[in-house]
């Protein structure tokens, strides 16, 4: 998400405070892109929650789970808002910091992490020795000075030219791909040899099926002494537009915790054979369930190439086959 589409998704969450505190609403906050998500998530929080006596914005604090304090006949609640143009929108995919299995103590020790990893094995070198197999790069290319903008500017052009079934091109991004493959099956292998802490595994794979995903947040959450108690008390509502209505859904988080963990007697991470990914499992009578699925992956450009990160997927989240969401604007 871009910083001016975050920002637009703040000054709408204090929309939601302000319809909840029964304040004025500026012509600015109706011009939000997100208003009509805004107005239908407030309406919904009042049904649900009937004696609200105030409503706080939580901002970008890293120190507690939800975006809304509110509080209702003195019990206080989170509240999560996640709001979506689409149709779905709702199970939780997400990409994360490429060091978040070692960041956040799922393994005990000094682990190594990806990025090091790479380091060691001279990642950025040896991509740079296959991208220049290809010796026919546009002068403007071959001009840039910044190493690191070269690389990714020389994997773009190549990219382009695959395109067009440049069978040089093709053959360089393929061996690039299939070496840096290699590298995160080795490294996951690595990982697979460590002590892994449970109570850890378990508070990450919590944080992230709550869509808690940013690093500082991840960081700072997971450590908390009071965090089972604090997420007892939060729901997330989702909004997504359909059929020209906006859908508001809104789910318990506290109670699916509270049956994740009452189901489950540990947790820990697997490393299936030859994969690129890991998999979070609850152990459940000694019988392990996948949870999560974390891909060791690159965002831009290829595989190998630039922004390497966590590709999340979420295997508990049930596919929507029927948006079957109250809708707000019918009632």
Not at 152 to 163: G, V, W
Not at 169 to 183: C, P, Q, V, Y
Not at 277 to 305: F, M, R, Y
């Amino acid at each position: 998400m871009g910083k001016h589409e975050r920002q637009l998704i703040e000054e709408a969450e204090k929309i939601i405070v302000k319809i909840l505190n029964s304040q004025r609403l500026t012509s600015s906050d109706k011009k939000n892109h997100w208003f009509k998500h805004a107005f239908s998530i407030a309406k919904r929080i009042k049904k649900d929650f009937p004696n609200i006596s105030s409503a706080r914005h939580l901002g970008n604090r890293y120190d507690n789970a939800g975006d809304i304090l509110i509080t209702s006949r003195k019990n206080k609640y989170f509240i999560e808002v996640k709001m979506s143009d689409t149709r779905l929108g709702v199970g939780t995919k997400a990409n994360i910091s490429q060091d978040a299995l070692t960041e956040n103590h799922l393994f005990a020790g000094q682990v190594k992490s990806w990025s090091q990893f790479r380091q060691e094995k001279d990642h950025e070198k040896w991509v740079n020795d296959y991208l220049n197999h290809f010796t026919r790069y546009p002068g403007n290319i071959s001009k840039i000075t910044n190493p690191v903008l070269r690389k990714e500017e020389k994997a773009r052009y190549l990219r382009k030219l695959k395109a067009k079934r440049d069978k040089k091109a093709e053959s360089i991004l393929n061996d690039i791909h299939e070496r840096d493959k290699k590298e995160k099956i080795e490294y996951l292998t690595h990982l697979s040899s460590q002590n892994q802490q449970g109570e850890m595994i378990k508070r990450f794979f919590i944080l992230i099926i709550l869509g808690i995903h940013r690093k500082e947040e991840l960081e700072n959450l997971i450590r908390k002494d009071d965090f089972f108690r604090e997420i007892q008390n939060l729901f997330v509502y989702y909004s997504n537009f359909y059929k020209g209505k906006i859908a508001v859904r809104q789910e318990d988080v506290g109670e699916r915790i509270k049956k994740i963990l009452e189901k489950y007697s540990d947790f820990k991470i697997v490393f299936p054979a030859g994969s690129t990914h890991c998999k979070i499992v609850g152990i459940k009578d000694k019988v392990s369930e996948t949870l999560l699925q974390i891909v060791l992956h690159w965002k831009n450009i290829a595989q190998g190439i630039k922004t390497p990160c966590l590709n999340i997927f979420d295997l508990t989240a049930k596919p929507v086959l029927k948006f079957a969401l109250i809708n707000i604007d019918r009632e």
